[in-house]
């Protein structure tokens, strides 16, 4: 695509200035000084922090149900000394603190109702009747509207079913009047402007379809249009027009392919449009395909060109994850985008009808332009603007284009607060047109200016950052997660499982001394969504095996512990290369031998490779002799050494990541290892002989010996030569490993070290004015993702009593929402537990969850999943537990999710508290009191604001628990590798007949 030529520059300004002339002198109600949300913009925009505060509080305003919460969330969010808050806020929060008396009432008062009437000036109704009656005023006016309803969180089906009925109820009510409605300009055939129909609405696919997930993606499709299609009859019975929004990128392709479903499905009917986002940096890709694919099908299209209202969730998501930005990160980027493919889409004005949706008057006027150079029809394009923005801009744009169209949300202000705070962000943002035209008053010339000339201004004199650490290696950085929006990503996994499935259902050998082993004993590792699938016939190891494998480790242990440090930092370099190279192929595993889901097994493998890389570093870093103190004439130096011989006893819940974990730790500090992965996951397990032989490890560093815990364990625990052991796994065997590794055997050389990380019995606290979108969804994956057995997974959600009954309807709802089946299949949210004994376990505790609480929700397994003999147990929530119930204090390791009631911060706080486990914990809340209290209170390894209790990343979220949950310091922080390590410190005299030699760092005198 080609930019706008550069002749048409001065035309552009031309019409630029003549349009900021026509408005000279008005300005957007949003920045009227005269009015509450002027003032409050203008505060905002001169005091980031008052921003930050203002724009939370207004988010959490709908749920303040109360007047004594929200005299405590004013005096939360704006009492203290800033000079900058504004005199109304400041003034209810100094009279809370006294007691809320009827000042302070009033004062509430008004601070609600300035809000809500801050949101109405978005918003035209809240209910259909009111919308109904303020886009008859608009079109009085001369405006044509774009309807659309408010509610873009849906967090179940029947939320879904909702959402899709509100549109039928608006345009029902709309189609009662339509008779009565004049088209505008008196067009001919009853069509505003003689071509375009007078009903307009507007539609966000995800919120139709709760289940839409880009994994998913035919599913995704298949939903929302199930769901979308009959708002769409209705749309067509009316002779209206329906434009599908676009949404966060994740339903970029979801939403194309709906829009690509619906168009070829009803051909005859030309009013369906869709929208694209000039700040993706695929936009002439996706703009350029589509209007090829409108010629292909030979159906004409519309497209509604903007912007992008995600700007700031996309950058913060993709830097998160550690993904390419998908968007411009140069504003002028963005303009450069939108009037280049702006441009092409008018070139392509035959097949595709265009809506310039902008407030921009640069922009505008180099559409207008365009359009006016490539003698586009009139009726081909039309512009549009957000109802309450930039009244100006609409107005200006009457008076030349005639053809303006109102964006116009309405409905609940609970919804509306989050439509609200993105407005009230774009036009508070340094970079918004509005803000500098309006509110800074910019020069006109600047705004005007071709936005590549603004970019080649921007990019000059900027600087890049430092990419390397201090060992002088590239800084660590997470794995990223699996980007399902990719199809290669999703392609991937199909095809791995299908390879797999070719060369699968071996003997698996044992891995001693660099040679396999193989032994008379085997257990079959199957798949437990299929048991009758046999993933391997893993060799036992016995007695016998483990003593041959100790003693190869011990006969490794001298030499590998003093190979350099950086040296042994780079065979987990290499290690993680070769696990980089196989991402596909190790998840695959881990989908059918645990019933991980696709992107859970990506991140199992990504936290592996995120150990190699982080303990690498870290032993660099340790691997450095330390001086201790500075005295003159002596030098002290601190260093470290291998323990010996470790054992290493791994979990099957992340098969790889904590096996990786813990064998790389003590193999990076010298310590050749004795590896004894859980019986369910022992094909994982040996994945792990692969990546070592790949990183080039000498013999007997790394021994492979799966076997019977009742057979072997003991005695691998036992063992006189080794040093450390490194378990995960559940209490009762974490406790008997440190009892028995205090008894000193015969020959033993050393104490034992036990690093130790055991259960959990973690607890999610959901304050009374938690965003319930988010607190939902996160209590939902947390409690469910990988069936519940994650060590960190939620098993008890402690709610507040105000919130108890909304928090539980919704989280019901979205729990019978999900679908349950294999994990192979990405459209499935819950799979089969680990193994028949985990099924056996889960459904003991299911029983006892029932007797002791009222079932909330219980998934029976259906007759298809039961005939394949998977080990499927049912979801279940559980109301009414309290603390002394079992379920509420023993470890499930299962989708069994307990709901407990408490009366406020205080009691819900000792109730998360009430276990002998210590692991994770997580609290929902926008009440900075309580997040503060729960950071001093809630007293856990790893806790989480507003966020859910699970997905910990090495370095960000160090892991690990206390109390009952473990002992040691935190996997993935910068405290574990010393566990592996015994400190060293040699001091010399370095003082000869009264002449010491002067080191950099001593300390003379001065
Ligand atoms: C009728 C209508 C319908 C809309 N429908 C949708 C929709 O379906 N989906 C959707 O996402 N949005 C939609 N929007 C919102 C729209 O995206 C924003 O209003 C629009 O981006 C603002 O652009 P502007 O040209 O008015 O203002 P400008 O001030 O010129 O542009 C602001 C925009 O620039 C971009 N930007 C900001 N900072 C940067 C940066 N550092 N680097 C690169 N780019 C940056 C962002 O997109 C930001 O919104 C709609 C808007 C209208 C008027």
Redesign the pocket.
């Known amino acids: 695509m080609s930019a706008t030529p550069t002749s048409l520059d001065p035309r552009i300004i031309t019409r630029g200035r003549e349009f900021f002339s026509s408005i000279s002198g008005e300005s957007p109600s949003v920045f009227n000084k005269g009015w509450w949300t002027g003032k409050v913009m203008d505060w905002a925009m001169k005091n980031e922090d008052f921003k930050v505060q203002m724009f939370r509080f207004v988010d959490v305003l709908p749920y303040l149900s109360t007047s004594e919460s929200l005299s405590r969330h004013i005096e939360e969010y704006f009492a203290g000394d800033d000079s900058n808050i504004p005199d109304v806020l400041k003034w209810g929060a100094t009279k809370t603190k006294f007691g809320g008396g009827l000042v302070a009432k009033v004062l509430n008062k008004t601070i609600r109702s300035n809000i809500e009437s801050m949101a109405r000036q978005f918003i035209i109704g809240q209910e259909a009747k009111e919308a109904v009656k303020g886009i008859k005023k608009l079109r009085k006016d001369g405006f044509a509207f774009?309807l659309d309803l408010l509610g873009e969180a849906t967090v179940s089906e029947v939320e879904s079913a909702a959402y899709r009925d509100g549109y039928l109820e608006v345009l029902n009510a709309i189609h009662k009047e339509l008779d009565k409605w004049n088209a505008l300009d008196n067009g001919a055939g009853g069509l505003d402007w003689g071509h375009t129909p007078k009903v307009n609405v507007?539609v966000?696919p995800s919120a139709f379809y709760s289940q839409s997930k880009p994994v998913d993606l035919e599913g995704t499709v298949d939903g929302m249009v199930a769901s979308i299609e009959p708002v769409y009859k209705k749309v067509m019975e009316m002779g209206g027009f329906m434009c599908i929004?676009?949404?966060q990128l994740k339903y970029k392709e979801a939403t194309v392919e709906l829009y690509k479903r619906l168009r070829t499905k009803y051909p005859d009917y030309p009013h369906l449009g869709i929208?694209f986002?000039?700040?993706l940096r695929s936009v002439d890709e996706d703009v350029s395909s589509f209007i090829g694919w409108a010629r292909e099908v030979n159906l004409p299209v519309s497209i509604?060109l903007?912007?992008?209202?995600?700007?700031d969730y996309e950058t913060v998501l993709a830097k998160q994850n550690d993904w390419p930005v998908p968007?411009?990160?140069?504003?002028p980027?963005?303009?450069m985008a939108?009037e280049r493919v702006g441009r092409y889409i008018l070139e392509n004005s035959d097949i595709c009808h265009f809506?310039c949706?902008?407030?921009?008057i640069?922009?505008i006027s180099a559409i207008m332009e365009s359009a006016a150079e490539l003698k586009v029809p009139e009726e081909r394009y039309e512009f549009?603007?957000?109802y309450g923005?930039?009244e100006p801009v609409r107005k200006g744009l009457k008076n030349v284009a005639k053809r303006v169209?109102?964006?116009c949300p309405y409905g609940d202000l609970l919804p509306g607060m989050a439509y609200l705070v993105r407005r009230l962000l774009?036009n508070t943002?340094n970079?918004?047109?509005?803000?500098?035209t309006f509110a800074d008053e910019a020069d006109m010339d600047r705004l005007l200016e071709n936005p590549a000339e603004t970019l080649r201004r921007q990019l000059e004199g900027k600087c890049v950052t430092p990419s390397e650490d201090k060992c002088g290696m590239p800084r660590f950085k997470n794995f990223p997660p699996a980007d399902f929006t990719l199809a290669a990503e999703r392609d991937a996994y199909p095809a791995s499982i299908a390879k797999l499935r070719k060369t699968m259902g071996g003997t698996v050998p044992l891995y001693i001394n660099g040679q396999d082993v193989t032994t008379a004993d085997t257990l079959d590792s199957y798949n437990p969504a299929l048991p009758s699938e046999i993933l391997g016939s893993v060799c036992q190891a016995g007695v016998e095996e483990v003593d041959r494998a100790v003693e190869a480790a011990s006969a490794a242990y001298l030499t590998w512990r003093d190979v350099a440090p950086e040296e042994r930092a780079e065979a987990l370099l290499k290690a993680a290369q070769y696990l980089k190279d196989n991402v596909h192929d190790m998840a695959a595993l881990q989908v059918l031998e645990v019933g991980k889901q696709w992107d859970q097994a990506q991140a199992d493998v990504g936290e592996a490779i995120d150990f190699l890389e982080y303990y690498a570093r870290e032993m660099i870093r340790l691997g450095k002799p330390r001086r201790m103190g500075r005295a003159p004439g002596e030098m002290s130096h601190l260093f470290y050494q291998g323990k010996g011989v470790a054992a290493v006893i791994a979990p099957w819940n992340f098969p790889m990541a904590i096996s990786v974990g813990m064998v790389s730790a003590a193999i990076v500090c010298g310590n050749p290892v004795v590896y004894k992965p859980a019986g369910s996951s022992s094909c994982v397990g040996r994945a792990l002989v692969d990546m070592w032989k790949a990183a080039g490890l000498p013999d007997g560093v790394f021994n492979y010996c799966p076997g019977r815990g009742s057979v072997m364990g003991d005695h691998l625990v036992d063992h006189p030569e080794v040093s450390v052991i490194a378990f995960t796994g559940s209490m009762e065997v974490g406790l008997r490993i440190q009892e028995r590794a205090a008894k000193v055997q015969p020959g033993q050389q050393q104490c034992k070290r036990v690093i130790a990380e055991m259960g959990g019995k973690n607890a999610i606290i959901i304050d009374d004015d938690a965003d319930l979108d988010e607190a939902v969804l996160g209590v939902l994956y947390s409690a469910f993702g990988f069936q519940g057995q994650k060590c960190s997974a939620c098993s008890r959600v402690v709610v507040l009593d105000s919130i108890y009954d909304r928090f539980v309807e919704r989280l019901t709802e979205a729990a019978k929402s999900v679908k349950l089946g294999p994990s192979e299949n990405p459209a499935n949210y819950m799979g089969p537990v680990v193994d028949k004994a985990a099924q056996q376990n889960v459904l003991r505790y299911v029983k006892i969850a029932e007797e002791e609480g009222r079932v909330l929700v219980k998934r029976e397994v259906s007759e298809d999943l039961k005939a394949t003999g998977g080990c499927y147990v049912p979801l279940t929530i559980v109301g009414d537990i309290t603390r002394d119930h079992r379920i509420a204090q023993e470890e499930v390791f299962g989708p069994v999710l307990s709901v407990m009631r408490a009366k406020d911060m205080d009691e819900a706080l000792a109730i998360a508290n009430s276990t002998k486990f210590a692991l994770t914990g997580a609290i929902y809340s926008r009440s900075p009191r309580n997040l503060e209290r729960a950071y001093k209170e809630f007293r856990v390894g790893n806790l989480y604001l507003n966020k859910p209790s699970v997905g910990a990343l090495v370095e960000r979220h160090a892991f690990g628990g206390f109390k009952m949950s473990g002992v040691g310091s935190k996997s993935g922080g910068p405290d574990y590798l010393l566990q592996f390590l015994d400190p060293r410190l040699v001091c010399e005299n370095t003082m000869r007949r009264g002449f010491a030699p002067i080191e950099e760092d001593d300390d003379w005198l001065s």
Request: cysteine-free; hydrophobic content about 40%; overall charge positive.
């Open positions: 774009v507007a966000k929004d676009m949404e929208v986002q000039a700040y509604r903007v912007k992008g209202a995600y700007w968007v411009w990160t140069h504003k980027e963005s303009d939108y809506a949706a902008s407030h921009n640069r922009t549009q603007v957000l923005m930039a169209r109102l964006y774009e943002a970079e918004s047109f509005l803000k500098q």
